[in-house]
């Protein structure tokens, strides 16, 4: 699986972006999607997963309310919406494949891309 994520850029604070990442395959449908960030000099954060068909989906709390992941398994993209940012969301985010482990854990298979880059200026 080979993943792309765009849509990142320059935003003041309280503004909004909206991230896409792409997947190549026809087996987008069959794997959990996440969205994750890192911040400079931060270790890696997961920011929001979604179940196979979009019926489930998980934040962290740090975004819980402002962000709203979804996917459209038809064109095998995955969508982040970001509203309301924050400076402390400056981060280059990543999209990845995987699974809900034991606990509805994610379980990231690593394929990662490249990332796009989100800066919130205050």
């Known amino acids: 699986v080979q993943l792309q994520a765009s849509g990142g850029g320059l935003v003041q604070a309280g503004g909004s972006l909206r991230l896409s990442c792409a997947a190549s395959?026809?087996?987008?449908?069959?794997?959990?999607m996440g969205w994750y960030r890192r911040a400079p000099g931060k270790q890696r954060e997961l920011v929001a997963t979604i179940s196979y068909g979009g019926g489930a989906t998980t934040y962290a709390d740090s975004v819980q309310g402002r962000f709203t992941i979804s996917r459209d398994n038809a064109k095998n993209t995955v969508y982040l919406q970001m509203n309301s940012l924050k400076p402390e969301d400056t981060a280059v985010y990543y999209c990845?494949?995987?699974?809900?482990?034991?606990?509805?854990?994610?379980?990231?298979?690593?394929?990662w891309g490249q990332g796009t880059l989100v800066t919130v200026s205050s």
């Open positions: 990845d494949v995987g699974h809900y482990g034991p606990g509805n854990r994610f379980v990231s298979y690593d394929y």
């Open positions: 395959g026809s087996t987008f449908s069959k794997y959990v």
